[in-house]
């Protein structure tokens, strides 16, 4: 049964915009810290934003400035605004959330062209 469901990857030209979506259960959301992590090809996942339950945010460097992590309770979603799109950021894209364990989507692509 899957706790977390990503949507919104794609294919985007550099320079481009993507919007990603993750939806759960409100017994989930409510309490967790949400947030994104992202595998590039041949590298290992990394750290992308989080978002706490009081909107206290971070971000990896490589992304300040350009992505926004938000939440919204009325729909039990996290949502990661990239802007700017680069190459580099092609890569799977998970939503995670964390309240004492941890919950993984299953993953979505994201895909820069350049």
């Known amino acids: 049964q899957e706790q977390l469901v990503e949507s919104g990857g794609g294919l985007v030209q550099a320079g481009g915009s993507l919007t990603l979506s993750c939806a759960t259960s409100?017994?989930?959301?409510?309490?967790?810290?949400m947030g994104w992590y992202r595998q590039r090809p041949g590298k290992e996942r990394e750290l992308v934003a989080t978002i706490t339950p009081y909107r206290g945010t971070n971000y990896a460097d490589s992304v300040k400035g350009r992505f926004t992590i938000s939440r919204d309770s009325s729909q039990n979603t996290a949502s990661l605004q990239m802007n700017s799109l680069k190459p580099d950021d092609t890569a799977v894209y998970f939503c995670?959330?964390?309240?004492?364990?941890?919950?993984w989507g299953r993953g979505t692509q994201v895909t820069v062209s350049s």
């Open positions: 995670y959330a964390k309240y004492f364990r941890d919950w």
């Open positions: 409100r017994s989930i959301f409510s309490r967790s810290t």
